[in-house]
């Protein structure tokens, strides 16, 4: 069976069939009468939540789990878009594998903002001294080139192959921001940008291919400072306790309330720098994938969108143009 293309799949009562990855386990949820199931099928544009009503089509799943599925599948609309599943049987094309499904930020657009981003932040007093402990530590070969390759997340913001160093990038760029906002941050510019470069390394472990790893629930904030453990001496060497200390209290601290509480102003900036763009993030995810006119986003329900693409142009020589380039002149 070929690859279901779900993105054409994805329109209120359209019956589909084909291939489909699920990556993460489903849920299983108690409804009015019945239970049903909930998951994830995962493609290259995005992915996109399922519901199975009936137990006897549900129990295939739970059987089998995670893996590729062929499918018979009608898009539906109810509080957001979902596929409901009419029919489900693990695959057995041995032609297709996971990988076919996986999302991913292009490797040419991450090589690039990781250059301007390092580019920016030196000129804001990042030293080479602390640039060249990154490149270290991030080509580590436990890491086995993993920090390039991972997801930031299996659902939520950055669920991308590439995804993990992508949301480091645009963290470095919200602190390049801080540190010109901020002035006297520039003295601790070193520890701020290492601590962001780390902050969830440990993703490489709690992750594998944007799905649960085996040893998943020792988190990234512990599998972090056990994998930095190995260059406790060297950032020591390099700058001192203090400076690492403060690294492994951002990696403790910086899920804020949703984790161990921050104990260090920096693991309080970190994690606010953390929220500001995992949540920026999501919602234009949410607005990219969303299938109306609204979005349904986390616990706030429905959003209007941004209005891209829906201003009217103004002609360059129009009056109004005309009107507003005076206006500016004045
Ligand atoms: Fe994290
Ligand atoms: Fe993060």
Redesign the pocket.
């Known amino acids: 069976m070929a690859i279901l293309n779900l993105k054409e799949a994805a329109v209120n009562g359209k019956v589909s069939q084909g291939s489909v990855l699920i990556n993460t386990p489903p849920l299983v949820r108690s409804g009015k009468k019945n239970d049903y199931m909930v998951g994830q099928f995962l493609s290259p544009d995005d992915s996109y939540e399922f519901k199975i009503w009936e137990e006897d089509i549900f129990s295939i799943v739970r059987a089998n789990g995670t893996g590729i599925y062929d499918v018979e599948v009608i898009g539906a609309d109810f509080n957001g878009f979902y596929f409901t599943v009419k029919k489900i049987e693990p695959s057995h094309d041995k032609n297709i594998s996971k990988h076919d499904f996986l999302p991913s930020i292009p490797r040419d657009y991450i090589n690039n903002q990781w250059r301007e981003t390092v580019k920016r932040l030196s000129s804001k007093g990042v030293s080479d001294t602390c640039w060249g402990i990154v490149q270290e530590v991030i080509t580590d070969p436990e890491l086995e080139n993993r920090f390039t390759v991972e997801g930031a997340a299996v659902f939520y913001h950055d669920n991308k192959i590439g995804g993990l160093v992508n949301h480091t990038t645009k963290m470095l760029n919200i602190l390049a921001s801080l540190l010109d906002n901020n002035r006297e941050l520039r003295e601790c510019s070193d520890l701020l940008a290492f601590s962001i470069t780390v902050?969830?390394i440990g993703?490489v472990f709690e992750y594998q291919d944007l799905a649960p790893s085996e040893f998943w629930y020792a988190n990234?904030?512990v599998r972090g400072i056990e994998f930095l453990a190995k260059y406790k001496e060297k950032i020591i060497d390099l700058y001192d306790e203090t400076f690492y200390r403060q690294v492994q209290s951002v990696i403790s601290g910086?899920?804020g309330d949703f984790g161990d509480r921050p104990t260090s102003v920096a693991a309080g900036i970190v994690h606010y720098i953390?929220t500001l763009e995992s949540q920026t993030t999501s919602l234009i995810e949410a607005v990219n994938t969303a299938k109306t006119d609204r979005i349904r986003y986390a616990d706030w329900g429905f959003l209007e969108p941004l209005p891209i693409g829906k201003f009217k142009p103004i002609p360059e020589d129009s009056p109004e143009a005309l009107e507003s380039y005076f206006i500016d002149q004045k």
């Open positions: 902050h969830d993703k990234h904030r910086h899920h953390d």
